[in-house]
């Protein structure tokens, strides 16, 4: 097996067993998922994290292709207690990086102490510690990445028509770096889907006679996604508006709110939420780093129950 090394924000490096070969710097995150790591690992949200697997196993069912969100594989790389051979060759296919034989516990309780953090990792026969050192030396903050959304969204319109011999509804979807389900769960509901780039224009929206204006989920800072941004205070009062994740975001910020970074974010399969309304609690999938400060104009209406950040806005 080659070398492996993962440096962590503040310098301190693991030596872990090497799995597909490479160098790569991200911000370090987990996920407490314990099943759908296909789904996960090519969630376009992960784009420029490295993803760390709380659950020990990872890949114990195989690698299915129509279980994936997008066409790649999205996290820098991979931090596994153990992968599976499937997994661990899927991954060196697409170049990601990855590791195994690590003890994730401790990952993932510094990261909950000390936040998403910064991580470089090295990955080959000749890689060593100041390998992973050098990658970490070059990280950039997840703040800085201005081009993400050109990373994960669609360049061309895209047409996706509903199920059903009739549809009424047509939604024109900004693509932020958009899964795959999301636009299947619009499809099978009806509608009429047109994947529109993450810096589409009003005239994009106006040239496909939208009902709705939804925004999708996708990774980094809504800070970052000005031209979404203003896209949707163009259409406020003029076309309903829906958003999920980074999507909910980038809409508070068009109507007068604020949004401000998650220590360690909420990425799994059982984030519990509540209705203000009825205090019914769902579990909920999720996997988002930044959440909604101040929600400006709109109300909220559902909150995380770990920690009462807003999961819900209506207007």
Known sequence: MPGAYVALEGGHVVEARGRSPGTACGELVFTTAYTGYEESLTDPSYEEQILTFS?????????????FESDRVHPRAVVARELTEDVAEWLED???????HLDTRDFVGGIREQGAMKCGIAVGENATPEDALA????????????????Q?????????????DETDTTVALIDCGAKGSIIDSLVERGADVHVLPHDATAADVEGVDADVLFVSNGPGDPANFEAAQKLVETFVGELPLAGICLGQQIIARALGGTTEKMDFGHRGVNQPVRDLESGQVVMTTQNHGYTVADPGDLEVT??????????????
């Not at 659950?55 to 279980?67: A, D, M």
């Open 55 to 67: 659950y020990p196993l990872i890949g114990n069912y195989g690698v299915r292709e129509e279980r």
């Open 94 to 100: 697409e170049g990601v990086p990855a590791v195994d």
């Open 152 to 164: 994960v969204s669609v360049s061309e319109h895209e047409v996706h028509l509903g199920d059903g």
């Open 302 to 315: 559902q909150i995380n129950v770990n920690d009462d950040t807003p999961e819900g806005l209506e207007s």
């Open 135 to 150: 990658e970490l030396e070059r990280c950039p903050g997840m703040s800085d990445h201005d081009d993400i959304g050109e």
